[in-house]
């Protein structure tokens, strides 16, 4: 197994861009503060997700200013994570920190803001409940318009890092496919997966492992349980890790000896489905007829339609970036157009209910000239790695 050549870490001056991109949206969408708080857009704009509890901690972002707001007490830590906090607001044990940042809002003259998507709804009703006590009232709502459109698109610094993390990931899938037999748990297999994430320079460990055989791989997530591999079972395996925050996530489906030949039939469908996908993206093309066209492949081999099974029972792709899924999607009804920079999964999955289930999955990055993957397509159900 290969070990990651880890790329450089996301500069300050692209993170200084990022902020400057969210100024510069904030008028087109009718808002003047944007307030982030805990978890993967706090790590976008500043580089550490931090983490969330009922203590509020948070940046608020005007035309002008960035104010980390947080508990007096714990000034040294955030100090320590964000050293770029030059300007922070501090509550103490008994204040409230919603009073604190509705009387911000109104100290800079902030009419409409916007929040966080991903900030708990405890802290957003306690703010909401805050700003409408104010004699002047500030309208609110949610900053996923403005924010999901700057982080949908990637730069080559976001994309060198998942390309160093799906490389790793797919050495990891190669080594356990070398080394798996009948007779293992499933649970030996994802501490495997996880030690050997862990050796090869991931974060952590896996960010997420599902080890699935038999009729199990029907179960598109799997259930509960710890079977062992039987001899003559199909074997799935969806797994990740993070480099910089940045994600993998990659499935084989595979067998160690031969199969009946429905399911190498269906093995290969699979794989003109996603091979279809792949060649639907193009530079302008909505996101949903990327879904479309696997299915179309699936229906060709009576598969489906729509969600019916046996067929593909979810959407073709979903966004990946410092979130596993993220937006947009490749769906029915999602419209985005593709754009370069863009990052999606692409895992038509074909599941026979109570009997198997076929997923690969690979990633591919949208460029000027097209869809390029991140990682090469399994090629063989016997073969995986060639």
Wanted: hydrophobic share 40%.
């Amino acid at each position: 197994m290969t070990t990651a050549t880890r790329p450089p870490s996301i500069s300050q001056a692209e993170r200084e861009q990022r902020l400057d991109n969210l100024r510069r949206a904030m008028p087109n969408n009718d808002v003047d503060a944007v307030l982030i708080t805990p978890g993967s857009n706090m790590r976008y704009f500043f580089g550490e997700a931090f983490y969330e509890s009922e203590r509020f901690v948070g940046v608020l972002i005007t035309a002008d200013r960035t104010i980390f707001i947080c508990p007096k007490f714990e000034e040294s830590a955030i100090r320590a994570k964000f050293p770029m906090a030059s300007e922070m607001a501090f509550w103490e044990e008994h204040e409230s920190p919603f009073t604190l940042i509705a009387a911000l809002l109104a100290e800079h003259g902030c009419q409409r803001c916007a929040l966080d998507p991903d900030c708990s709804y405890g802290h957003a009703a306690r703010l909401f409940e805050a700003l409408t006590e104010l004699k002047q009232p500030i309208l609110y709502g949610s900053a996923a318009s403005i924010i999901a459109p700057l982080r949908a698109t990637k730069s080559s610094s976001e994309i060198d890092l998942m390309i160093a993390a799906m490389q790793l990931t797919l050495s990891v899938h190669q080594t356990v496919f070398e080394w798996i037999k009948p007779g293992m748990k499933a649970s030996q297999v994802i501490a495997e997966i996880d030690r050997l994430h862990r050796a090869g320079g991931a974060d952590g460990g896996n960010s997420f492992c599902a080890v699935q055989f038999g009729e199990a791989t029907s179960h598109p997530h799997g259930v509960p349980g710890d079977p062992a591999l039987q001899e003559g079972e199909l074997i799935l395996i969806d797994t990740g890790c993070t480099i910089d925050g940045y994600n993998s996530d990659i499935t084989r489906t595979y067998a160690l000896s031969k199969l009946d030949s429905k399911i190498e039939k269906l093995w290969q469908a699979e794989k003109q489905a996603q091979q279809a996908a792949f060649d639907c993206a193009a530079i302008g093309t909505p996101c949903e007829a990327v879904d479309q066209a696997a299915r179309d492949v699936l229906i060709s081999h009576g598969l489906g339609p729509d969600y019916d099974l046996p067929g593909l029972p979810h959407r073709t792709g979903h966004g990946i970036g410092l979130d596993i899924h993220e937006g947009p999607y490749l769906v029915k009804g999602d419209w985005t157009p593709l754009a370069a920079g863009m990052c999606f999964s692409n895992e038509p999955m074909i599941v026979v209910p109570g009997e198997y289930g076929i997923r690969l999955e690979d990633h591919f990055y949208m460029t000027t000239a097209g869809p390029k993957w991140f990682t090469q397509p399994q090629q063989d159900l016997y073969r995986p790695f060639g």
